[in-house]
């Protein structure tokens, strides 16, 4: 007697339920024949079973019938999320019967069969006195409107024995008891330490937290000193690389992209590389991080199609910190303002815990702080929150992708925790994200959105009505740079003068009127102008050891003057010429790095350090 073949019925499911699936590609390859190809292993032009009736596939060749031995089922059709399942054939008395899986894997039959695939063997039954016919094996398939998801789970770089596919893996489950993955949703996880990107999907098995994976990748062999080259090592690119495919072939499928590992203002820290690119718009090619110029300069030219992954309702997540020290100080000064009762445009001094004074206002702190999220600068930053103006990575993401962009608030660290059972990355209330949360409902209202893990969504933010707190002569920062080797203060224009650590310290500034132009003087007792860098468009100043007093003025209409004093002498503008050297960026590491450019110095002797139309300038 002949072998009954397995029959195969494929489902789409609508509005108003299932119905046949007339127009799906149907493979089915022998596990011998799959070559080395990615998910999903087989390719459209290897069509093998063709539609012959409500639903039902059968082999377009019946001499190429499977038969007895391990297959690699794949179904596609438009839409619908792809159905790759290992299947073992095996021939029972005439008939064949199918299992899920494939040898050695282990596990129940429902954990080795994906959730939108069922089985049924007809065992040959016995009546009346005769043997019935045996019944072909039939497997149906559900076709399920595609939703995927995009997860990475960093390199444990501080060596702290943490696992982050454990966090990613715990939010698949979340987001699936959640409803936002279903049954026939894929989870593509780049797994950095082995190199694997593991392709899964819900698992027959009732239990929500059980998946199964149908595709493993692995980028190169795990050898030698880590992190390897970007050829090696899974990083940013290849996120973005996958995001792109889908981008490319299932647009809009995409409900969640999101990087579990640490992180800080800069973007997703994968394997802590250093960014030694001197360009502020295009990657080192050895930095396997992500970066805020990723966004706002050259790289999403290689990737054009990544921004159309993401659904309606799709979103980037980043689950790392965002922990500045400096902006958590200013935050928590600002709040002590505000339930004082302070007027959100009066000046006010607040000193930090790392020395630093700054006179400003809650109006100035809400648009300064604004600025990570709305900015579009991409100036390296010296301090961690120092409030210069600088884009964050995800301020620079929101504004490039359009769709939500949730992560940690700026100033804030991510913590550890458990939802159901399932280990999360979480923004936990305790003594320091307390006051900050504070900070951001109190300042930012309705603007501020938080979701179950406390993250929040920079979308909203990006849209927040901002004050404008306009030009304040008085308006400065006085702080400690972080190497420690010199003190800082940055003015109302933005130009910052520095001056040797152990220097006399800057004096308090006084209001002033010289030739008529009202302003405030900025002292820096016994000092002499050094030279002025313009790193970008932002004047810095450098002061040497001197015997007399340096002055920096600025005025109301914009103009910063260099002052001097004698001993026991008046000021006067410092009509002495001082050397202004343009330099180029030239890397960034722990901190930015800097290089006289090739245009060479050039002198003033007019005193105008810095000229900028009066307004808000930070």
Same mark, same amino acid.
Request: proline share 7%; charged share 25%.
């Given at each position: 007697m002949a072998t009954l073949p397995v029959q195969i019925i494929v489902t789409r499911v609508t509005s108003s339920g299932l119905i046949p699936e007339d127009r799906a590609s149907v493979l089915m390859v022998e596990r011998s024949q799959l070559g080395g190809e990615p998910w999903p292993f087989v390719s459209k032009t290897r069509i093998t079973h063709a539609h012959k009736g409500n639903g039902l596939y059968t082999a377009i060749d019946p001499a190429q019938e499977p038969g007895p031995g391990e297959w690699l089922l794949g179904v596609f059709a438009e839409s619908k999320s792809p159905v790759v399942q290992r299947l073992t054939l095996a021939d029972v008395n005439g008939v064949l019967r199918a299992t899920p899986g494939w040898a050695k894997e282990t596990g129940t039959e429902d954990e080795r069969t994906a959730a939108t695939v069922s089985i049924a063997n007809f065992n040959q039954a016995k009546g009346g006195g005769s043997t019935l016919p045996a019944q072909n094996t039939q497997i149906t398939v559900r076709g399920i409107d595609i939703k995927q998801a995009v997860f990475v789970a960093s390199n444990d770089w501080e060596h702290t024995g943490t696992d982050f596919r454990q966090f990613a893996? @715990? /939010? /698949?489950? +979340?987001l699936f008891k959640r409803g936002i993955l279903d049954e @026939? &949703?894929? +989870?593509?996880l780049l797994v950095?330490? #082995?190199r694997k990107t593991l392709v899964q999907v819900k698992s027959r098995r009732s239990d929500y937290k059980k998946w199964l994976t149908v595709g493993e990748t692995?980028? !190169? #062999?795990? &050898?030698g000193a880590r992190p390897g080259g970007a050829a090696d090592e899974l990083g940013i690119l290849d996120f973005y690389r996958l995001l792109n495919k889908i981008g490319s072939r299932d647009t809009g499928s995409v409900v969640e992209a999101g990087i579990f590992g640490h992180g800080w203002y800069a973007g997703p820290v994968i394997w802590n590389t250093s960014d030694a690119e001197p360009s502020l718009s295009q990657r080192s090619a050895k930095d396997l991080d992500g /970066?805020?110029?990723?966004w706002l300069g050259d790289t999403m030219d290689q990737f054009p199609s990544l921004r159309f992954a993401f659904g309606t309702k799709g979103a980037l997540r980043i689950w790392g910190c965002s922990h500045m020290p400096m902006l958590s100080w200013a935050a928590r000064a600002a709040q002590a303002q505000r339930k !004082? @009762?302070?007027? !959100?445009?009066? +000046?006010?001094?607040a000193k930090y815990l790392n020395g630093g004074v700054e006179?400003? &206002? +809650?109006?100035?702190q809400k648009r300064n702080i604004a600025q990570y999220i709305v900015s579009r600068m991409l100036? #390296?930053?010296? /301090?961690d929150g120092d409030q210069s103006g600088v884009v964050s990575y995800l301020g620079a993401a929101v504004q490039s992708l359009g769709v939500p962009c949730w992560g940690a608030p700026p100033g804030m660290g991510a913590s550890f925790g458990q939802i159901d059972g399932n280990v999360v990355m979480t923004i936990l209330p305790d003594q320091e994200t307390t006051p900050l949360l504070e900070f951001w409902k109190d300042a930012f209202g309705t603007d501020f959105v938080q979701d179950l893990e406390g993250y929040c969504d920079y979308n909203v933010l990006l849209k927040a009505t901002l004050p404008n707190p306009g030009w304040q002569t008085e308006r400065y920062f006085r702080y400690p740079e972080i190497l420690n080797t010199v003190i800082a203060l940055r003015v109302a224009s933005g130009l910052e003068v520095f001056r040797p650590l152990g220097s006399p310290d800057f004096l308090e500034p006084t209001a002033e009127t010289f030739a008529s132009v009202a302003g405030h003087l900025y002292v820096a007792p016994k000092g002499k102008p050094a030279r002025v860098e313009l790193r970008g468009a932002t004047p810095y100043l450098f002061v040497d050891p001197g015997t007399n007093d340096l002055g920096v003025f600025v005025r109301t209409d914009g103009v910063v003057m260099l002052m001097t004093r004698p001993p026991g002498g008046a000021w006067a503008v410092d009509t002495s010429s001082v050397s202004r050297v343009s330099m180029d960026f030239n890397g960034f590491a722990s901190n930015p790095k800097w290089k006289p450019s090739a245009t060479g110095a050039t002198t003033f002797t007019n005193g105008v350090l810095h000229i900028v139309a009066p307004g808000y300038v930070w």
């Open positions: 893996e @715990g /939010r /698949r489950n +979340l @026939g &949703s894929i +989870l593509h950095c330490d #082995p692995v980028k !190169a #062999p795990v &050898s /970066r805020q110029k990723d !004082a @009762g302070t007027a !959100a445009s009066t +000046l006010y001094t006179r400003t &206002s +809650l109006d100035f100036r #390296p930053m010296f /301090r």
